[in-house]
């Protein structure tokens, strides 16, 4: 997406460029014979491309923060162009940057881009407010003011929590109050990141918009915001613990080399083997002990979320789809894939006959007594659950399938995908699994809220 930023004197645009598997979306921002870059991912081939569009020369890269979903590129992108990293203030990077105190600027072309401390995601989290002579045109907001949102205040812990949202409520505020009505708002984080809370598929809006929706404007006072934010949190993925520190020693490019093909279980002992077909060729015929992550925007999440981190992992899928996985995963920093099954290979590599596992929709669905696994998200799990289900956040159950199991087993989410990716772990912890393949708004029986 480009957005136009010009005026009657100066061309001006920033291209929006979004990270489905992240929910995220940095920019290139370009102001006459100048270019920026704020928040870029580790894979940095899409954003070259883009500079390279823009036909002139990239003179800073920006982070509004120290990431906590993904692996940054942001440091190899400017030492490949020569240009100035620049961080908030504080971070304690050990790695040559310029940090960005609160109301400091750099130019870029003939305006200027400035530092506005709006701290609340990360206690060191920097907003950048690009000017023109006139003043303020649009602020990179990173992870403080959202579409409709803010980011999360409770990625660092329970012991930050409080303090971050009296931070977040401050630093949204604070953007309204000083910036005019038109000004473009335009965060890193988005629906479908682990870092929003928001639902609202715009990708951009504008102060003025803001007013009327952001839950940090609507609130009166901070009590109430924190209050309504956290019933909100659902879980995060556990990979995230990960990021910040590979964040503050930056990892090299990703891995660039082809994946070798697998042509016996030998070559990968002791490695995790994930499917990204989908699930129901998964369910028709699969390796014993492989779990189920069909190709989506949250193949790596749900790989970071439940298997060992970064542990040796060979993966079942066609080339393009395998070598999308592999890119999703360098994007949170595993790097250690070891190899690609052909789908056609596997009745050859399997020492006993392939698994398969059993399927059905709500209307096909016998329910015969078998306990029912509800894996949605403890938020979800709030609004309501079907009758006699047993809720357990997916994630958790992976840690322990056992745990929560014995013999035959239902399991369902919202749409199965999480439900399926659960069916693995449940089948190695040795239990007789059938996934439900269908939205769970299909279900015949009426929701109840959980006991408790």
Known sequence: MILDLSTATTRAYAKQV???????????????DEAVAIDIQRDLDRFESVIAETDVPLVAVFETHVHNDYVSGGKRLADLHDAEYVLPANTGAPYDHRPLPDGESIAVGEWS???????????????YVLESPQGPVAIFSGGSMLVGAVGRSD?????HTDALLAHQFASANRIADTLPDPSLVAPTHGTGSFCSASDVADTTSTVGLERHRNPALLAPNVEVF???QVLGYKAFPAYYRYMAPSNLEPLGAPPADGLR?????????????????PFEEFA??????????????DTAVYLGWTLPWNEPLAIVGSVADVGEARIQL???????????????????????????TKYATWATLELDGAPMLDVRDGVEHADGIVPGAIPVHFAEFAKDAGRHIEGEVLIHCQSGYRASVAAGFAE???ADVTVVVDDLRNCPVPLVKPAG
């Open 155 to 159: 990625l660092l812990g329970p012991d």
């Open 428 to 430: 190695a912890a040795g």
């Open 226 to 228: 924190s209050a309504s």
């Open 261 to 277: 093909a697998i042509t016996s279980l030998v070559e990968i002992y002791g490695a995790a083997i994930a499917d990204v077909r």
């Open 18 to 32: 979004s990270t489905a598997s992240l929910g995220d979306h940095s920019y290139i921002v370009v102001v006459g």
């Open 330 to 356: 360098a994007r949170i920093g595993w790097d250690n894939v070891v190899g690609r099954i052909d789908p056609s290979d596997l009745g050859g590599l399997s020492e006993t006959a392939l698994a398969t």
């Open 113 to 127: 881009i400035r530092a506005m401390h709006t701290p609340g995601h990360t206690f060191n989290h920097t907003s």
């Open 284 to 297: 028709s015929g699969h390796l014993p002990g492989s779990i189920s992550v069909p190709l989506s925007n």
